[in-house]
């Protein structure tokens, strides 16, 4: 099977049958993560060649789910083909838990091992130089409440969007964050980051809402949220002001996580900070360029010769 070959499913029987994939996908508990959900199980339905809502999960058996991994794996990077064949699980026991799907079927069906392998991980870290030019160029007190937050609170883009005012305790210097999971978590700011705050409410006003607001070119407040994708654009625009290489709202929260790892911080105190349920999660935040590694590397013998090869 090579990665371009649309997968061709042995027969199946029944007709295609919506109601678990609905049921899966209204598993996640905000718009981020259904949206994450149906791309993983789009994936699933593209290797076969369909649309998601015309797979006929409850009749996939468990040749069927075996080819769909081989499918997969040759197609995707590990972690990407895990996801999808997660999303696979997913359906399938939704199906069986609306009688669509007999037990024994179900358990063999769902049997597929997880793909091996892993892929250097995404993102990138600032350097401080690249941090400071971006700070400096941020004009306006809005952009630097923005950067305030991703970076000096590690929120994540869709938690910087939803805080809202009453979030941020002015007199204990903490914000108050429901994240991922509806879990609820207080960050302590670092003190910087305090008065850049208040100076974003005195332009803002204290009037109830979500803390960070759209501006108008003539630098008047809207009286509505800032979506997650204007700050997606808006963090592009800022490094573009900068001059330096692009840079997403989530290299912000992993150069947060990375800078607390390189001033000796405890993995399961920077876990918390994040929001984080396991530790390993955040350790994958670390891009520190690793210079151990090179100094260990750098003191290796190699035999070298100042003089050319006879040819």
Same mark, same amino acid.
């Given at each position: 099977m090579t990665a371009g070959e649309i997968v061709v499913l042995p027969p199946l029987e029944g007709l295609a049958c919506i109601a678990p994939l609905r049921a899966y996908i209204a598993r996640g508990n905000t718009d981020k993560s259904r949206e994450t959900l149906r791309y993983s199980i789009s994936l699933v339905a593209r290797v076969v060649g369909v649309a998601p809502e015309q797979m006929p999960w409850a009749s996939l058996r468990y040749e069927h789910t075996q080819v769909i991994r081989a499918a997969l794996a040759d197609r995707y990077a590990p972690a990407t083909a895990n996801a999808a064949l997660c999303a696979l699980r997913g359906v399938l026991k939704e199906a069986w838990r609306q009688g669509l799907i007999p037990f024994d079927h179900y358990e063999r069906a769902r049997d597929?091992?997880?793909?091996?392998?892993?892929?250097?991980?995404?993102?990138?870290?600032l350097p401080h130089l690249e941090l400071e030019r971006v700070f400096e160029n941020a004009a306006r007190e809005r952009d630097l409440a923005l950067l305030a937050l991703l970076y000096g609170a590690g929120l994540r883009r869709a938690e910087a969007a939803g805080l809202p005012l009453e979030g941020f305790d002015r007199t204990a210097e903490v914000l108050r964050i429901v994240g991922k999971g509806n879990k609820e978590r207080e960050v302590p700011l670092p003190?910087?980051?305090?008065?850049?705050? @208040?100076?974003?409410?005195?332009?803002?006003? &204290?009037?109830?809402?979500? *803390?960070?607001? $759209?501006?108008?070119?003539?630098?008047?407040?809207? @009286?509505? %949220?800032?979506?997650?994708?204007? +700050?997606? %654009?808006?963090?592009? @625009?800022?490094?573009?002001?900068?001059? +330096?290489?692009? *840079?997403?709202?989530? &290299?912000?929260?992993?150069? *947060?996580?990375?800078?607390?790892?390189?001033? &000796?911080?405890?993995?399961?105190?920077?876990?918390?900070?994040?929001?984080?349920?396991?530790?390993?999660? !955040?350790?994958?935040? &670390?891009?520190?360029?690793?210079?151990?590694?090179?100094?260990?590397?750098?003191?290796? $013998?190699?035999? !070298?010769?100042?003089?050319?090869?006879?040819?």
């Open positions: 597929v091992r997880s793909v091996p392998g892993t892929r250097l991980p995404r993102g990138r870290w003190p910087a980051t305090v008065p850049v705050l @208040e100076r974003w409410i005195a332009v803002r006003g &204290d009037s109830p809402g979500t *803390f960070l607001r $759209p501006i108008t070119k003539s630098g008047r407040v809207l @009286e509505r %949220a800032l979506s997650p994708s204007a +700050i997606w %654009a808006r963090v592009r @625009e800022l490094a573009r002001l900068a001059g +330096i290489a692009h *840079f997403s709202p989530h &290299d912000l929260r992993r150069t *947060f996580a990375s800078n607390l790892f390189d001033m &000796d911080a405890n993995a399961g105190d920077v876990s918390r900070l994040m929001g984080h349920s396991q530790v390993q999660t !955040t350790i994958r935040y &670390d891009r520190r360029p690793d210079q151990q590694l090179r100094r260990t590397v750098a003191r290796l $013998p190699v035999p !070298t010769t100042t003089s050319g090869r006879r040819s």
